[in-house]
Every structure is written in C-alpha cells, then in structure tokens.
C-alpha cells in the first residue's frame, strides 16, 4: 500500500462545545485518525442546538429559522491552517510541539480545559489527538448550514462549495 497524503481546500469538523476553546487558544485537537486529509482551510461546524446563544448574538434573527436549522451545522467563520500535527500524545506533546512554543501551550491549555482528556491525563492514558494551528479567521458575513444533519464526521469542501451565494452548502 502506498503512502499517500491527500490534500483537500477545506475541512469541517464538528466544534459544538469545544468552539469557546477553538476561538480562545487558536488551534483545534481531535482523535488521531491516521486517514486524514490535508487541507489548507479549517471550517468549524457549529451546532445550531449547542451554539444557539453565540449564534443568535452574531446573526439577529436566525431563531426565525430555527425549525429548519435545527440540528445542521452551522458556518460563521473559515481559518487558515497555519500548521498540522499529526499524533500528539496528551502525556509527552512536547516530542511533537517542541519547537512551536505557542502551539505546545495552546495545546496544554485545551487539554486541561477538556474535561475527558484531562481525566485520561490525570491517569496516565496514552491519547494521540492530531492539532490545527490556526492562523487568520475570516467571519462570513451571512451564516452557512450543512445540507445533512449534524454529524462527528469529517466533511470536505472544495471553495466552489463556500462561495456559492447560497447558504445551504454540500460536503464531499
């Protein structure tokens, strides 16, 4: 089998109640998944039902559509993907992060803000999560939805997909 790295335009994943943590510290962690594609935007999908408050305050008014929004995902922003990780253990993340000081504290801080990762650390549990660091953040000036319903899948999209004047957008 060869060993080949796939490269995409963007990439979603769910951010739900881990948002606060994506905004704050600048980087996004997850389970390692070694068939991961390469991608040069981050997309966070937010839950319309979990991100409701934050959601609301950005656009007025989308509460009138709730019936429709009501558990799709939610686009507010796109970020650029400074840098990728790939399985950075939660127990020694400075043999991967060494030589990026910024990323490696952002790291600490999500896994001591993360409830689980921080019992499994506490324990001693080996956990591999690969990292985004992210760099600029752009803010969409109207909100974007997912066509399905809300899923902890990753979704791919091609730009053609994010600048589309339509706010229901199709993933790959």
Do not use: H
């Amino acid at each position: 089998m060869e060993n080949i790295i796939k490269y995409v335009d963007i990439v979603s994943k769910p951010v739900g109640c881990t948002y606060e943590f994506v905004d704050m510290l600048g980087i996004y962690c997850w389970q390692y998944d070694k068939t991961e594609k390469r991608a040069a935007f981050f997309l966070p999908r937010l839950s319309y039902n979990t991100n409701k408050e934050y959601i609301e305050k950005m656009y007025p008014g989308i509460s009138n559509k709730e019936e429709e929004l009501k558990g799709k995902g939610i686009f507010t922003e796109i970020w650029k993907i400074a840098k990728f990780y790939n399985k950075v253990s939660i127990l020694t993340p400075e043999d991967v992060l060494y030589n990026d000081f910024v990323t490696l504290s952002a790291f600490k801080a999500w896994v001591e803000k993360d409830n689980d990762l921080k019992m499994k650390k506490e324990k001693g549990e080996e956990v591999f999560l690969q990292v985004y660091s992210l760099g600029n953040k752009s803010k969409f000036a109207d909100y974007k939805y997912s066509s399905l319903q809300n899923t902890p899948a990753t979704v791919y999209y091609d730009w053609s997909d994010i600048l589309k004047n339509t706010q229901k957008i199709e993933g790959k």
